[in-house]
């Protein structure tokens, strides 16, 4: 599985972002989606995540802010994110699990700058 994950950039406080990771290959229904965060000389945090069924979690930062979703016709998964803030600057890596493997999978990031 390779993921491409795209729609960084720089936006103001405030402001709002989409985030897409598509998936190669037939299993992107089996995978779990993940969406992680790597602020500047910090460790790399789970952000959001979304079974194939549509469960989704987040942390407890961007609960109300931000949304994961997934089109497994399109083999993509999404991270929208609304009112950012500061705080939410970081490279964003895309993640899928494949829980029958036990496989992880890890897309290049894309830098979110969000300047005041």
């Known amino acids: 599985v390779q993921l491409q994950a795209s729609g960084g950039g720089l936006v103001q406080v405030g402001g709002s972002l989409r985030l897409s990771c598509r998936a190669s290959g037939n299993i992107f229904g089996a995978l779990v989606m993940a969406w992680y965060r790597q602020a500047p000389g910090k460790q790399r945090d789970l952000v959001a995540s979304i079974t194939g069924r549509g469960t989704t979690t987040y942390t407890d930062s961007v609960k109300g802010r931000f949304t994961i979703s997934r089109d497994n016709a399109k083999n993509t998964a999404y991270l929208q994110m609304n009112d950012l803030k500061s705080e939410d600057t970081g490279v964003y890596f895309c993640?899928?699990?494949?829980?029958?493997?036990?496989?992880?999978?890890w897309g290049q990031g894309t830098l979110v700058t969000v300047s005041s």
């Open positions: 993640n899928a699990n494949w829980r029958l493997t036990r496989s992880d999978y």
